[in-house]
């Protein structure tokens, strides 16, 4: 089967309304993705090679709290917008979501502000940071708490009111592309690129993106709920939120605990070299991401349909696919993977073994496809979570033996064991409660 055939496929183009939807959101989505990734390599380029590992480090190791903080705080703020978006503008209660809207944003602005003034005292006054080095950049980077708490909410909505495009710009593309133009004013008239700047301008940047997807929020919004009057259902709002925020402090951890541990342990300088490596490590996974975004409905939509052969085909295809698209990537990294380190400048090619090593996994990774979001989709998410709890204690207690002893090759070989026991239990789960098996070499009918 050509590729172009079996894309159409497996997203369902046969009406002309279809390859609309093709040619105006998922192909665009793709190329915002391209291009953020490559937004993103220049912006950690710019700042490894001006700033050494040891600044970036620094860098890096309280963007990385920062980003865990705000995982806690909207991850089940962004869910309940995505799924109440959809759901109540599909059945036209207009005046309900505009209650939504306005809980939703009072919620976040008292759980951001208070989330960002709490983090400021407990470091101002406690010696909770492993390096006084992190202090006064920590102090910093809170500015960016609420404000990337907004952008990552009105970019959920954004989503479920089907502008998927629109809210995939303000974060892959407005927030890094601000990010990298400010690094190269910057550069241009100090012809270096240092610390504090960079911190300043990290906050600046979200707020661009913040700005980007409100007035994009109020263009949309404004002509649906003008002159109407709210209303609330707090208290289902409530519970509901409740119960995800666990999940979003699993989240949040989880997305970080390397990094945390990495700090924790070894200095600054070390932090700085293992992000880069896993950076590029992540490359290998960017097929694997665009097929988790492009096939999830169709996962939701065979499970309910319990078109259980069709599943399994879309699965073991897809993984195929992206398996032959990752493989020459991810060899092609590990072998010149010093001189791919090298261009972020001396000292980062000594992460060399830890991107193989970081590699491999993520290419074990892609061998299990859409695992995880298998499970989502086929409403197991509570095996998601308990998974994601036994993953991180795997990795602390990994981290604990491993990096005091060998560094960041260390953390990279605990992370690289975690991911791999997340997916091996994750596709024994799915097997035992679906029969899908999410495995590259998993029989498939053609």
């Known amino acids: 089967m050509k590729l172009y055939q079996y894309i159409s496929s497996i997203l369902q183009i046969n009406t002309e309304e279809d390859k609309n939807r093709f040619y105006k959101v998922l192909l665009p989505t793709f190329m915002v993705q391209v291009g953020g990734t490559a937004i993103a390599t220049l912006v950690s380029l710019a700042m490894g090679r001006s700033m050494g590992p040891a600044k970036y480090g620094i860098y890096i190791y309280c963007f990385s709290i920062v980003m865990g903080i705000v995982n806690f705080m909207v991850y089940g703020l962004n869910l309940l917008s995505l799924r109440e978006t959809s759901g109540l503008l599909a059945v036209g209660k207009l005046q309900q979501w505009k209650g939504f809207m306005r809980w939703n944003s009072a919620t976040l602005f008292v759980l951001s502000a208070g989330g960002s003034i709490l983090t400021v005292l407990t470091v101002y006054f406690f010696p909770v940071l492993p390096n006084s080095a992190y202090r006064v950049p920590m102090l910093i980077m809170c ?14 909505v954004l989503r479920g ?48 993106g913040l700005i980007f997807v409100l007035i994009k929020y109020r263009k949309a919004a404004a002509p649906l709920v003008k002159n109407l009057i709210p209303e609330y259902e707090k208290n289902r709002w409530i519970r509901e939120v409740s119960g995800l925020f ?78 032959l698209l990752t493989a020459p990537i991810a060899i092609t990294v590990m072998v010149f993977s010093s001189r791919i380190l090298s261009l972020w400048g001396p000292g980062f090619e000594n992460g060399r073994y830890a991107l193989i090593i970081l590699c491999t996994a993520h290419l074990i990774n892609s061998a299990f496809g859409s695992v995880g979001n298998l ?63 999410a495995w590259v070499f998993s029989p498939g009918k053609n």
Request: aromatic share 12%.
């Open 246 to 323: 666990l999940f979003g402090i699993l989240v949040g951890i989880d997305s970080q605990i390397d990094v945390y541990m990495l700090g924790y342990l070894k200095p600054p300088a070390d932090v700085g070299v293992y992000k880069i490596a896993n950076n590029v490590a992540l490359v290998t996974s960017f097929f694997l991401t665009i097929s988790n975004i492009v096939l999830a409905p169709s996962f939701a939509h065979l499970h309910v349909l319990k078109e259980r052969d069709r599943l399994q085909h879309l699965i073991t295809q897809t993984i195929r696919w992206v398996m």
């Open 143 to 156: 500015s960016a708490i609420p404000l990337y708490s907004f952008l990552l909410l009105f970019a959920s």
């Open 161 to 208: 009111m089907h502008k998927i495009l629109l809210s995939q710009i303000s974060e892959k593309m407005v927030r890094p592309a601000s990010l990298l133009l400010m690094l190269v004013v910057l550069y241009f008239f100090e012809r270096h690129i240092t610390l504090y700047p960079a911190l300043i301008f990290n906050s600046l940047s979200c707020a661009a």
């Open 375 to 437: 499970a989502l989709m086929s409403k197991f998410e509570k095996y998601n979570g308990i998974v994601i709890a036994m993953s991180i204690v795997i990795n602390i207690a990994l981290n604990l033996i491993l990096t005091p002893r060998w560094g960041f090759n260390g953390t990279a070989l605990a992370s690289g064991i975690s991911i791999v026991s997340w997916n091996v239990t994750l596709f024994f789960i799915i097997k035992r409660k679906t029969g899908i098996r």
